[in-house]
């Protein structure tokens, strides 16, 4: 019943802006952290920024004062602003999010299926 929905991601030139976009489908379910990882071919997935409940956010030092996450709890949403964008920055992007069902008390991590990010002249 839950799912990741993303949106946003494309092809972009360096110093370009995209805005991503992951809506957590179940509005039953209970959704704590969410937030952002990333795949370049031939490395390995990294955080790239995560946001609690709270409004705290933690980011990668490679992404922090570029990017930035945040999230609207009302619409099961979490967006990630990246500004300023670099060739470094090219990768498969996923949406992740700990989620616990109804009547559930396990948090249980889900993810998104990915969405390109390629910046490139």
């Known amino acids: 019943q839950v799912q990741l929905v993303e949106s946003g991601g494309g092809l972009v030139q360096p110093g370009g802006s995209l805005r991503l976009s992951c809506v957590a489908s179940g509005s039953a379910a209970s959704i704590n952290t969410m937030g952002w990882y990333r795949q370049a071919p031939g490395k390995q997935r990294e955080l790239v920024a995560i946001?609690?409940?709270?409004?705290?956010?933690t980011y990668a030092d490679s992404v922090k004062a570029r990017f930035t996450v945040s999230r609207d709890n009302a619409k099961n949403t979490v967006y990630l602003q990246m500004n300023s964008l670099k060739p470094e920055d090219t990768a498969l992007y996923y949406c992740?999010?700990?989620?616990?069902?109804?009547?559930?008390?396990?948090?249980?991590?889900?993810w998104g299926q990915g969405t390109q990010v390629t910046v490139s002249s």
């Open positions: 946001i609690n409940t709270s409004g705290g956010t």
């Open positions: 992740n999010a700990y989620i616990r069902l109804p009547l559930s008390p396990i948090w249980k991590a889900y």
